[in-house]
């Protein structure tokens, strides 16, 4: 693999500017940021923001008014003329590690490939996915953006030391529903926590005080970081209505990939405990399902007897009996916003985006007689 070269930290920063100016982050008739406050908003030092102040100055896109300041240089009809984008990414690849490719045709990742086709498309930008195998190899192709779902069912994750070595060569990542703050890599996710939240708040405000949640991992303390932050979420509601939170009604199910069968396996361990839960906040609706299908064979009769909240919103929760409430991801904005971030340029405002998760209420929940 050819290594790239890495532009001047000075480069970075005017391409970046250049984005911002045409985004229309900065008031035409009011000074420039000056080189000490581009020093802090960049955390370098004034060398370096002094010479990409003086590059935009050359390129005629900034001008410096006597007593006054710096301006953006403005033709009669008050637009920038000199002013051209830096166009780095030519075409976005979705990264993943060998698995089977069926997992794709899941709600989550199929909502997530079409929104970053839609985004790829209205941008001129070609959109394609790549294995990169054992050897975590990535494409070598010049202006390029790299997708990356670090952690997926059935494959291994991906290396923080190869994380480390992309992100010491310059590669232009933006990864989806994990992130790496110690990285410093840029992220959009889903804010899992405040999807626990509402799926669990909802129970509460229905007057359940026995909310059991399902989760997946190998056990409470080895979960992957969706699951991890439900169960926050899910914690905060008990803690803000409160209720002391019950590690009896914590199930935690291990599995490649989620299925009816987890839900199941753990609602009937659940409706085994002494004081059994009248709600179930399943961390998605395959287990929820389960939980739908688990119930019933025990009698009972959901949202009468049990209050039951999944989560994606996959297509078969609108047909379920009862319907199924649950939380919708708007996985589908995942792909436009990481797309947005490759094309806005990144900065130290837009390292992430978290995307804002909906309570959809159906009939598998009712408030407690």
């Not at 900034?62 to 240089?73: A, D, E, M, S, V």
């Not at 494409?139 to 069912?153: A, K, M, Q, T, V």
């Not at 019933?296 to 007897?305: A, F, I, M, S």
Request: a negative charge; charged letters at 25%.
């Amino acid at each position: 693999m050819i290594k790239k070269k890495k532009q001047p930290l000075y480069q970075t920063i005017v391409d970046d500017l250049k984005r911002r100016i045409a985004a229309g982050e900065f008031e035409r008739t009011l000074p420039f940021p000056s080189q000490q406050e581009l020093t802090k908003m960049y955390n370098t030092s004034e060398i370096t923001t002094r010479r990409a102040l003086s590059e935009l100055a050359n390129e005629g896109i900034l001008h410096r008014i006597q007593k006054k300041g710096t301006f953006l240089k403005l033709d009669e009809n008050n637009q920038i003329e000199n002013l051209q984008i830096p166009s780095h990414i030519n075409k976005i690849f979705f990264v993943y590690h060998t698995n089977h490719l069926s997992i794709y045709e899941g709600s989550f990742y199929s909502d997530f490939l079409g929104g970053l086709r839609k985004a790829c498309s209205v941008k001129g930008i070609e959109a394609q996915m790549w294995d990169m195998g054992d050897q975590f190899q990535l494409p070598d192709e010049d202006n390029i953006g790299l997708i990356l779902l670090p952690s997926l069912p059935q494959a291994s994750e991906i290396p923080m030391d190869v994380l480390r070595k992309w992100k010491e060569e310059d590669r232009k990542l933006v990864t989806i529903q994990y992130y790496y703050p110690n990285l410093q890599i840029p992220y959009v996710i889903v804010d899992n926590l405040t999807g626990g939240y509402l799926a669990t708040e909802h129970l509460l405000k229905l007057g359940h005080t026995r909310v059991a949640i399902i989760l997946t991992g190998k056990s409470y303390f080895e979960m992957n970081q969706e699951f991890t932050l439900r169960l926050q979420g899910y914690k905060l509601a008990l803690d803000q209505h409160q209720i002391e939170f019950d590690i009896e009604l914590v199930s935690v199910m291990e599995g490649n990939e989620e299925s009816e069968e987890m839900g199941y396996k753990a609602f009937q361990q659940l409706a085994e405990l002494p004081n059994p839960p009248s709600a179930i906040f399943a961390t998605s609706d395959y287990k929820a399902i389960g939980v739908l299908k688990a119930a019933k064979d025990r009698g009972l009769v959901v949202p009468d007897d049990l209050s039951v909240v999944g989560y994606d919103n996959i297509l078969i929760s609108q047909f379920t009996s009862p319907y199924l409430t649950t939380i919708k991801q708007n996985s589908n904005l995942l792909g436009e916003r990481a797309v947005d971030m490759f094309i806005s340029g990144v900065s130290r405002n837009n390292m992430r985006d978290e995307i804002v998760p909906e309570l959809i209420i159906r009939s598998s929940t009712k408030a407690r007689n």
